[in-house]
């Protein structure tokens, strides 16, 4: 054994990264090569587009790694990628040239889940900034992002986690609501970082926005979710309590816009915060100017529309995931993936878990989102436990973590 070292690679989405983590408990570097500018124009991912940007962008992604962590290849012990959950065409970029990393300096690969990934970004910053001995626990892990919603128990194993699926989303995931809304309001791509800096200026009270009880057997008869991610386990032996869905939310908001006239301010902010023709006009392109001309873009109903949406959202939950921490008997909670940076659902899941004598992390903000340095952290332990990948490691768009 070296130095501790993994390079990290994450292509599964619309995020180039990769990162140098040591023995998955401190991060050497985290180079994230973001596509926004490129789909935000789109309202969402372009599959084909995110397959030519993860192109143009892993080679210089990794090497700016390599020199952040004054690392050479030398120094590495493994090479880690994402193997799946997520995009086919994006997934194969990082798993073929990490594969040609690895066999050209005889270093071992190591294939990794994108959402065992997602939980070690807890994990990682639990070591980082506590003790390891903490990390020892079973935990409930929300893994809440653009393409999951789910609730997975997680228990140390030796030196390697085990997860079972509680719960999960039966058509879309909070992040994918998220960004629904915020285009249907005419805000930029995606759509979290928006609604979360908007909600705070409007009365998340004003709309009563409810969740019904998601009765499993209607959807199981022969049917699978709709969501992106559907295949990625199955919903048949879960309880109802803990099954997620938010596209009726979605449609209520949509709703909720046309009866209250309220689609031409949408589409005149729209046109605004991306004058048509304008390719530079992404959420990257200039972020913080951009979100503060969308507050004054926005009536006051619609900044209400947005807090009262955010609200509902955290509310279903927060609700299933404490139900379902306290069935299980739980100690713990980790709340990850994109939609965890979001500032109020830090807050209220915070003050939730405190009023429950409940431990709870979340990742660093900026490892919420899609970063590669999840990916390294996630390989330690089967790097240790001598879990390698084949040469012949393929892309798996449904991978299943339970
Ligand atoms: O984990 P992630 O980067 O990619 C997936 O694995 O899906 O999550 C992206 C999702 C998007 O839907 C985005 O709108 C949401 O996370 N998101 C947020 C926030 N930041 C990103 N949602 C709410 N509040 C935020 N601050
Ligand atoms: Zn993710």
Known sequence: MGNGLILGIETSCDETAAAVVERGERTASSVVASQIATHARYGGVVPELASREHLRAIVPVARAAMDQAGASYNDLD?????????????????????????FANRLPLIGVNHLEGHIHAVLLREREEHNAAINDEPALALVVSGGHTHLFL????????SYDLIGRTVDDAAGEAYDKVAKLLGLGYPGGPWIDALAQFGDPLA??????????????QGKVP??????????????????FSFSGIKTAVLR??????????????ANLLYPPGDDQSGDAARPSESKREALALCSQPT?????????????????????????????????????AANRELRERFGNE??????????????LSTDNAAMIAAAAWPRFV????????????PALRLA
């Open 303 to 339: 900044l209400d529309l947005i807090a009262s949406f955010q609200h509902a959202v955290i509310g279903d939950l927060m609700k299933k995931t404490f139900a379902a921490a306290e069935q299980l008997g739980v100690g713990r909670i980790l709340v990850t993936g994109g939609v």
């Open 385 to 396: 436990a001598g879990q390698f990948a084949s040469e012949n490691l393929s892309a798996d």
């Open 256 to 269: 909720y816009v046309e009866v209250h006239g309220m689609r031409t301010e949408a589409e005149r902010r």
């Open 78 to 102: 493994a090479i880690a990628v994402t193997a799946g959950p997520g995009l086919a065409g994006a997934l194969l970029v990082g798993i073929t040239y990490a594969k040609a990393l690895a």
């Open 353 to 366: 878990a405190m009023a429950r004598g409940l431990g709870i992390a979340f990742p660093s903000r900026a």
């Open 207 to 220: 709309v009563p926005f409810s969740f019904a009880q998601i009765k499993a057997k209607a959807h199981l």
């Open 154 to 161: 997680a228990r140390p194993q030796g030196s390697l986690w």
């Open 226 to 243: 709709r969501t992106k991610n559907a295949v990625t386990s199955p919903i048949g032996d879960l309880n109802s309590h803990f099954l």
